[in-house]
């Protein structure tokens, strides 16, 4: 019966099996704290669903709700819904050394984003190799600060949670109820968590994109970038182009409209400023993390901030929205208009 289902359709049931599954297990007593807030089902299920499709949002907080047991439930269903549950199922079958059928092959391309079943294999071991690499190096880093504030064992698993759940655009943490308004101002942690969010939202054609020029900089050395630059295909070049203009625009924009607001960073220095306004820009590209109030941001800022919302990161990234390929060439179509062209 299942193989008569559509790509679309098997996608869906795959999102639907695992929050069924994550919700159950989160919702048993062996995955609660002796003393956490009284929950219901219902409770664990929006839990479920907030962390498998990456939305940041929460009923109860992981930290008050969940033990050690229920936090690792918790990263991995962020980690299926940041690479999905497919693509899993077939890097277990690849890594058995077991070959996927060509109705699987489909599916996996359909959940990769991908044009084609060519190098499908060779694809999703570069995704996987990426992922991992870029959480294991930035919990790495986080580490430096949490380690001396938690001590060893608390230091490095809420390291791993919070590179986990950064990198895929998830939102959660396991620090408190105020998400990361403790680490307004610390650039460790800022800076850390904004290169997780970007590397997830990047998407990760860009990425072996990226590590391929980097590969022929080092190896060819070219006179210059814009020889190196050139064989980027229109996706990658579109995807950081507008990537940068989104994050320099938005930074410089929540500053202008935030510096005189003493509730939010009013009070502090033209660097702290930046730091916050920058964070929030990243963040707001759906990973769902805050270092400010919302309830404190001026309207103006909190309508950027839903457009930020609204256009996401990349294609075939852990971000979702619109996507910035689909805002960028919305702008360019209607420029191309306005100019006559």
């Given at each position: 019966m299942i193989n008569r289902l559509s790509v679309t359709q098997k996608l869906v049931l795959s999102f639907v099996f695992v929050i069924i599954v994550g919700s159950i297990l989160l919702s048993l007593p062996i995955s609660h704290y002796v003393n956490s807030p009284e929950t219901s089902y219902l409770d664990h299920l929006f839990n479920t669903v907030s962390m498998v499709c990456v939305t940041g949002l929460s009923v109860v907080p992981v930290s008050k709700a969940y033990n050690g047991l229920g936090q690792i439930l918790s990263m991995l269903l962020m980690q299926t819904g940041g690479l999905g549950l497919v693509s899993l199922v077939a890097f277990s079958t690849y890594t058995l050394k077991n070959k996927l059928g060509l109705s699987d092959q489909d599916l996996l391309q359909s959940a990769l984003s991908r044009d084609s079943q060519k190098d499908l294999k060779a694809y999703l071991f570069k995704v996987y190799k990426?992922?991992?690499?870029?959480?294991?190096?930035?919990?790495l880093v986080i580490m430096t600060d949490f380690i001396p504030r938690f001590g060893l064992g608390h230091g490095i698993f809420n390291s791993l949670f919070l590179a986990v759940s950064a990198f895929c655009n998830a939102g959660f943490d396991n620090l408190g109820s105020n998400s990361l308004q403790d680490y307004s101002t610390n650039p460790t942690i800022n800076l850390a968590v904004a290169f997780l969010i970007m590397s997830g939202s990047l998407?990760?054609?860009?990425?072996?994109d990226l590590i391929q020029l980097m590969r022929r900089y080092i190896k060819d050395r070219p006179r210059n970038w814009k020889l190196a630059w050139r064989p980027f295909n229109n996706q990658s070049r579109l995807v950081l182009i507008s990537t940068g203009c989104l994050l320099l625009g938005g930074t410089?924009?929540?500053?202008?409209?935030?510096?005189?607001?003493?509730?939010?960073?009013g009070t502090l220095n033209v660097w702290q400023q930046l730091l916050v306004s920058f964070f929030q820009t990243v963040t707001m590209r759906t990973a769902g993390f805050a270092t400010i109030s919302y309830t404190n941001a001026d309207f103006s800022t909190n309508l950027l901030f839903m457009i930020q919302m609204i256009i996401g990161g990349g294609p075939g990234g852990t971000a979702g929205g619109i996507k910035v390929t689909t805002a960028s060439i919305m702008f360019l179509l209607f420029k191309s208009e306005l100019s006559g062209n």
């Open positions: 990426i992922t991992f690499s870029i959480e294991a190096m930035a919990s998407g990760f054609a860009v990425w072996i410089l924009l929540a500053w202008l409209l935030e510096m005189d607001n003493s509730k939010t960073i």
